[in-house]
């Protein structure tokens, strides 16, 4: 086809001003009936009522495991603190100075962490 008998596009007119619409009615959105709460969903053991507890169960699972893996990690390194040649002073000191407030800080983190996630949980819930 020749190029002089190809048709146009047309020009595009950008609307700036609700005015230049005209008479015309605002287009209607579309509204969405409210969503029950999550806690009727809960209540009632929907499908959604299971999804949101086992996600509540597998954060709590995962920080447990987390909790679980560092304490390992502390209580599998002794031995090896043990074995080497050192007086029994140190020993004694890196059992009592150094093991229980690492211990304790792991159970802080776990506590804190596992209070967390149930706080989100109900913010989830109660919305």
Same mark, same amino acid.
């Given at each position: ?7 146009? /596009? ?18 209607? +959105? ?8 999550? /806690? ?7 499908? +959604? $009522? ?5 996600? +509540? ?6 920080? $447990? ?10 209580? $599998?390194?002794?031995?090896? +603190? ?13 059992? $009592? ?18 209070? /967390? ?9 109660? /919305?």
């Amino acid at each position: 086809m020749p190029e002089h008998l190809q048709p146009r /596009r047309p020009r595009r007119e950008t609307v700036t001003h609700a005015s230049a619409l005209g008479d015309r009615p605002a287009p209607r +959105l579309r509204t969405r009936p409210p969503h029950p709460p999550a /806690r009727s969903e809960i209540d009632e053991q929907t499908t +959604l $009522g299971h999804t949101y507890v086992r996600s +509540l169960m597998r954060s709590q699972l995962r920080t $447990g495991l987390t909790a679980l893996g560092a304490l390992a990690l502390l209580v $599998g390194t002794l031995p090896l +603190l043990l074995a080497l040649p050192a007086p029994e002073l140190l020993v004694w000191a890196a059992l $009592g100075v150094g093991v229980y407030p690492v211990v304790w800080a792991i159970a802080h983190w776990y506590v804190r962490r596992a209070e /967390r996630n149930e706080r989100d949980f109900t913010g989830l819930v109660e /919305r």
